[in-house]
């Protein structure tokens, strides 16, 4: 069974563009959730879809948004970036909503100049 | 307002010693801990985990403890290897089945 892929890995904007992540989960998951890591804070919590719902929302601004299609693949998209949206941005999907495993991609790292 | 905490942002272990990683929670409703390792350049995975209604869980070098009266949990890694060396992730989640995270301790088994 082939893992969580994200694309695209490496990402470089400037400051006021807009960016989209992508993230498709493992066959037959369904919620897909996604986390920003940064040095020092761990695994920040932004939201999670489930069947094209989304479920949860962490706290983190409206430039932070995401939705997720009939296939289960997600995105995220970042709008108005700022120099703090430097970041990994992880996606996890698994079997259901509130299942209780993560499986992670391996993250799109997103550089903000 | 962290509700997952790890205090030691790194820990350094001779080979074949015990490494003990530690993580402390505060929400006494979540239910189910878990930790994940996590190499540069690739997402977590995951390590081993732990229901409340138990207070260990073992597999292999791994054991997992939860104090739910401390709200703590840790990890041990008995013997350690230098192949262990990452960042160690705590997670928990309760009903509503999100998962919060700890901020890592970064682990180095010196050979």
């Known amino acids: 069974k082939a893992g969580v892929t994200q694309t695209p890995r490496y990402l470089i904007k400037t400051r006021g563009q807009q960016v989209t992540l992508s993230c498709s989960p493992i066959s037959g998951h369904r919620s897909v959730s996604w986390y920003q890591q940064t040095p020092g804070q761990g695994l920040q919590f932004l939201f999670e879809y489930f069947s094209e719902t989304q479920r949860n929302k962490g706290n983190f601004p409206g430039r932070f948004s995401g939705r997720q299609f009939s296939n289960s693949r997600s995105e995220m998209n970042v709008s108005t970036l700022e120099l703090g949206d430097s970041a990994l941005y992880l996606c996890?999907?698994?079997?259901f909503g509130g299942g209780r495993k993560l499986f992670f991609g391996s993250g799109t790292q997103l550089s903000v100049l | 307002d962290q509700q997952v905490k790890q205090n030691s942002p790194s820990l350094s272990v001779q080979e074949g010693r015990i490494s003990i990683l530690n993580c402390d929670y505060t929400?006494?409703?979540?239910?189910?801990f878990l930790w994940y390792k996590k190499y540069p350049a690739e997402g977590p995975t995951f390590l081993i985990s732990?229901?409340?209604?138990?207070d260990k869980n073992e597999d292999g070098r791994f054991t997992v403890f939860l104090n739910k009266s401390a709200k703590h949990l840790s990890l041990h890694i008995v013997p350690s290897q230098p192949g262990d060396s990452a960042v160690y992730f705590c997670a928990a989640s309760g009903e509503g089945g999100q998962f919060y995270f700890g901020t890592g301790t970064s682990l180095t088994v010196i050979p």
């Open positions: 996890a999907s698994s079997f």
């Open positions: 732990i229901s409340s209604i138990k």
């Open positions: 929400n006494s409703m979540f239910d189910y």
